[in-house]
């Protein structure tokens, strides 16, 4: 269309046919918009992916929670047990727990994968309307956002680093010397 | 100087997992006396309350963080003394230089092994 959303004809010089034609466009823009936020499908995202996303995370937290919890205490069990005949028994007995608790890592991987497509569909989606509607972001932060990056900036917080450390532990170790 | 085992280590962290770890780990290295705190606002309670021979803190907590508590602690003309040693994820130079000028007495990156919390334990408070 000719006109964007944001600028305004000048009505008073148009003729009846030419603003007739604008408001023709301009409802064309609107259609098309509307079109655009029934595409976006925002509340299929927010009643079913979202929360999908939400539980399915939870889950792994719990699951990982809970397999280190066997691990550790497998872990601690063998380091308790006394030095006497049972001993390997005792200590295959819980490498076995330890190797079951493991398998944790297969069910959550599936359930990670399937938050990454949900991810994904959103992504998709959200670019498909942020194009078709021309959409530009705002200047500035939130202000929730604006805090928590203050925060980080002021306690030197930057998080793991993707592949290992930074800094490796005989650089740090030399600063210490 | 030989390692005293019965001095009384403060663990901050707000993960109970690696407070478990080094807990574990502690206790292999022979020391008894292990407390722990879940971030650095009930680590410098604790530590007006008691006299601990070293502390080990993570260094991103909420809501005060590890480098926060190090600042306090060395701010604090009663527990100044105090050896600090941060094990963290936080492995950019300029945290553990900041660390460093904030008067950290060793630095450890995790994830980390028996080997290293105890030659950094030695280091720091004599071995």
Known sequence: ?????????????????????????????ISHVRGEIAALRANEITRDRIP???????????????????????????????DD????????????????ACAFQDITGQRISKVVEALRHLELRL?????????R?????????????????????????SKGPATAQDDIDALFA | MALDLSMPILVVDDYQTMVRIIRNLLKQLGFEEVDDASDGTAALAKLKGRKYGLVISDWNMEPMTGYELLRHVRADEGLRTTPFIMVTAESKTENVIAAKKAGVNNYIVKPFNAATLKSKIEAVCGA
């Open chain 1, 1 to 29: 269309m000719g006109h964007s959303a944001t600028s305004a004809p000048d009505t008073a010089n148009l003729s009846p046919q030419k603003m007739v034609a604008e408001l023709i466009q301009i409802a064309d823009y």
């Open chain 1, 52 to 82: 999908m996303a939400h539980e399915e995370l939870g889950n792994v937290l719990a699951a990982t929670a809970g397999a280190t919890n066997t691990i550790m205490e497998s872990a601690e069990a063998i380091l308790a047990l006394p």
């Open chain 1, 85 to 100: 005949a049972d001993y390997r028994a005792g200590v295959e007995a819980q490498i076995y727990t330890i190797f079951e």
């Open chain 1, 127 to 135: 670019a498909r309307f942020a194009t078709a509607v021309r959409a």
């Open chain 1, 137 to 161: 972001d705002d200047a500035g932060l939130d202000p929730a956002e604006a805090a928590r990056k203050e925060r980080a900036e002021r306690l030197i917080l930057n998080g793991p680093q």
